[in-house]
Protein backbone atom coordinates (compact mmCIF):
# COMPACT_ATOMS: atom_id res chain seq x y z
CA UNK A 1 0.00 0.00 0.00
CA UNK A 2 2.95 2.46 0.97
CA UNK A 3 4.68 1.64 -3.01
CA UNK A 4 1.26 2.71 -4.47
CA UNK A 5 0.96 5.85 -2.54
CA UNK A 6 4.59 6.91 -2.59
CA UNK A 7 4.07 6.03 -6.58
CA UNK A 8 0.76 8.44 -6.45
CA UNK A 9 2.57 10.81 -4.23
CA UNK A 10 5.52 11.73 -6.61
CA UNK A 11 3.40 12.24 -9.36
CA UNK A 12 1.19 14.68 -7.62
CA UNK A 13 -1.75 12.31 -8.21
CA UNK A 14 -2.65 12.33 -4.80
CA UNK A 15 -2.02 15.64 -2.48
CA UNK A 16 -3.26 13.56 1.16
CA UNK A 17 -1.08 11.90 3.59
CA UNK A 18 -0.67 7.97 3.68
CA UNK A 19 -3.03 8.13 6.86
CA UNK A 20 -5.67 9.04 4.91
CA UNK A 21 -4.86 6.94 2.41
CA UNK A 22 -5.16 4.15 4.29
CA UNK A 23 -8.54 5.13 5.96
CA UNK A 24 -9.28 5.46 2.16
CA UNK A 25 -7.91 1.70 0.81
CA UNK A 26 -9.55 0.36 4.40
CA UNK A 27 -13.09 2.57 3.36
CA UNK A 28 -13.68 1.89 -0.31
CA UNK A 29 -11.63 -1.41 -0.97
CA UNK A 30 -11.27 -3.94 2.03
CA UNK A 31 -14.61 -3.12 3.47
CA UNK A 32 -16.70 -4.23 0.91
CA UNK A 33 -14.93 -7.18 0.18
CA UNK A 34 -15.41 -8.51 3.84
CA UNK A 35 -18.64 -7.75 3.06
CA UNK A 36 -19.25 -4.50 4.35
CA UNK A 37 -21.22 -1.67 2.26
CA UNK A 38 -19.31 1.59 2.20
CA UNK A 39 -20.01 4.83 0.31
CA UNK A 40 -16.78 6.69 -1.17
CA UNK A 41 -16.05 9.84 0.34
CA UNK A 42 -13.27 10.92 -1.47
CA UNK A 43 -12.29 14.14 -1.95
CA UNK A 44 -13.41 15.59 -5.16
CA UNK A 45 -13.67 18.92 -7.35
CA UNK A 46 -16.90 21.57 -6.59
CA UNK A 47 -19.73 21.11 -9.42
CA UNK A 48 -21.33 24.34 -9.67
CA UNK A 49 -25.07 24.48 -10.19
CA UNK A 50 -27.51 26.64 -11.95
CA UNK A 51 -26.46 30.22 -11.41
CA UNK A 52 -22.68 29.78 -9.45
CA UNK A 53 -19.90 30.25 -10.25
CA UNK A 54 -18.11 27.88 -7.93
CA UNK A 55 -14.48 28.81 -6.43
CA UNK A 56 -11.70 29.50 -8.49
CA UNK A 57 -8.02 29.82 -6.27
CA UNK A 58 -6.21 32.93 -7.30
CA UNK A 59 -2.70 32.85 -5.08
CA UNK A 60 -2.41 36.93 -5.60
CA UNK A 61 -4.07 38.48 -2.80
CA UNK A 62 -7.30 40.73 -3.47
CA UNK A 63 -6.79 43.68 -1.25
CA UNK A 64 -10.31 45.02 -1.35
CA UNK A 65 -11.61 41.50 -0.09
CA UNK A 66 -8.61 41.38 2.54
CA UNK A 67 -10.11 44.52 4.24
Do not use: C, D
Amino acid sequence: MITIWRTLHAEQKVTFSYQAFRLYVKKLILAPARGTPSTPSLPREPVPTKGTTGFTFNPVPNKEELI
